[in-house]
């Protein structure tokens, strides 16, 4: 074989030694931290109602009673910040699950068990955040009373628009 990459005990030429590459210890400077997963067009696509196909894969009918989102121009540690105050003030548990994703439980035991919601954090630009709610447990009645009751009025001051309103913020 005349190709040098099946030749055995090929060895790889050496590259010059005198090119400076620079400090690298100014490359974690620009990534100062982790941050929240980043959607796609598809994913972007799949919030519109009407261009969403997952109805065709899943059996969940009552995916809009469930869950909620809102677009936030907040970094993604304020809205952090701000759901663990709404959890305190309601006496709802706040744990993070994962980085940009958290659970919260209601203190009081309902008609189907504790209310529960996950709320994760998604980065559509570095200064646009889309949060998603969903309940994971406990009464549908229950939770969507205390998303229009008590989550909403207390997001107001993070939420740009919720999903299928128009802006909060005028």
Request: proline share 6%.
């Amino acid at each position: 074989m005349e190709v040098p990459w099946f030749r055995r005990g090929f060895k790889r030429p050496q590259g010059d030694t005198d090119i400076s590459v620079g400090l690298l210890d100014d490359v974690d400077s620009a990534f100062s931290g982790p941050n929240p997963a980043c959607l796609n067009a598809f994913d972007i696509i799949s919030l519109s109602p009407g261009f969403n196909l997952s109805g065709l894969f899943k059996d969940d009918v009552l995916k809009q009673e469930k869950e909620s989102r809102f677009t936030s121009t907040q970094p993604a540690s304020s809205i952090m910040s701000k759901l663990e105050e709404i959890a305190s003030l309601f006496r709802f548990s706040f744990k993070k699950s994962k980085e940009f994703k958290v659970k919260l439980k209601g203190p009081e035991q309902g008609r189907k068990g504790h209310l529960s919601i996950d709320a994760e954090i998604f980065e559509v630009t570095p200064s646009l955040f889309v949060v998603e709610l969903r309940k994971t447990g406990g009464d549908t009645l229950e939770y969507s009373k205390f998303c229009s009751q008590d989550l909403r009025p207390g997001l107001k001051d993070i939420v740009l628009t919720w999903d299928g309103n128009r802006p909060e913020k005028e």
